[in-house]
């Protein structure tokens, strides 16, 4: 009896002693999660870190270790790095770590300590282009379609609206690759208006997109009128060049036959 109760005795213990770690690796867990801010820069512009150091401290940044360090002091004194010279500065007054003139690489995982509070924050910078502008090409008033296109980068993404409703969307991780797609206008949505936008986390470009045809299928009026003054003018470049060819050869015509006059004229008169 006494030895069933030992081993009762001894499973309650075990199984409080695992309730216990699990809920503590649950914890810490959580807490790294919750330390860890992922935050967003703009190639070329500052990013301001968003813990600041009280009166010492230090800013460390991947496998590189310590970029800066915060000594006790009323100018803050810094030392850093020598990749972040000149970019990377404390404010006096906020006590804010800025970095300028983002650079891609200037990603990755950033620690801010501060030494006096004993607390460590971690910083997941990433870095973006601004988007390029959407191009539209290939514009086949035959068909009605227009093809847009953007230059291809992290996170980019080409939609295609009309009105307010999403047509169609494309991304690849195939950098070297640009973002296309093709806009087809059907004669009953001939009235909406189309826009293609291209985005990333950090910006976006919109231009609307032109209607190549008129709402029976044919080029638009712009390209008909176009296209009629074009006629015109060719037809009246025609008639003037015939109209100059006649009257050369009327003139001509009329000279020889003056020549033969002449002649005959001579003749008589000898």
């Not at 770690?21 to 801010?37: G, K, M, R, Y």
């Not at 360090?69 to 004194?77: A, I, R, T």
């Amino acid at each position: 009896m006494n030895h069933l109760f030992g081993w009762r005795r001894l499973a309650r213990l075990t199984f409080m002693l695992l309730y216990f770690v699990i809920n503590v690796l649950c914890a810490s867990q959580q807490t790294d999660q919750s330390e860890t801010q992922r935050v967003k820069g703009i190639v070329g512009q500052s990013f301001s870190f968003p813990e600041r150091v009280i009166k010492s401290g230090n800013l460390l940044y991947g496998d590189l270790g310590s970029i800066a360090n915060v000594y006790p002091g009323k100018q803050g004194k810094i030392t850093m790095e020598k990749r972040f010279e000149n970019r990377l500065h404390l404010n006096n007054v906020t006590r804010y770590f800025t970095l300028s003139e983002l650079q891609i690489d200037d990603a990755g995982v950033y620690t801010v300590e501060n030494t006096d509070e004993g607390k460590k924050t971690k910083i997941q910078l990433t870095v973006y282009n601004v988007v390029s502008k959407p191009q539209l090409r290939e514009c086949d008033s035959s068909s009605c379609s227009v093809v847009c296109s953007v230059e291809n980068d992290k996170e980019v993404t080409l939609t295609l609206y009309r009105g307010e409703e999403i047509l169609n969307q494309t991304s690849s991780p195939e950098l070297t690759t640009d973002l296309s797609l093709r806009l087809e206008v059907e004669g009953k949505n001939y009235n909406s208006t189309y826009s293609c936008v291209a985005a990333n986390p950090v910006s976006n470009e919109t231009v609307h997109v032109p209607k190549c045809c008129s709402e029976d299928g044919h080029p638009n009026d712009a390209d008909s009128d176009e296209m009629t003054g074009g006629l015109f003018i060719i037809a009246a470049i025609c008639v003037l060049v015939a109209s100059g060819l006649v009257g050369l050869a009327v003139y001509r015509k009329k000279s020889r036959n003056g020549h033969s006059q002449g002649r005959f004229i001579r003749k008589s008169a000898s």
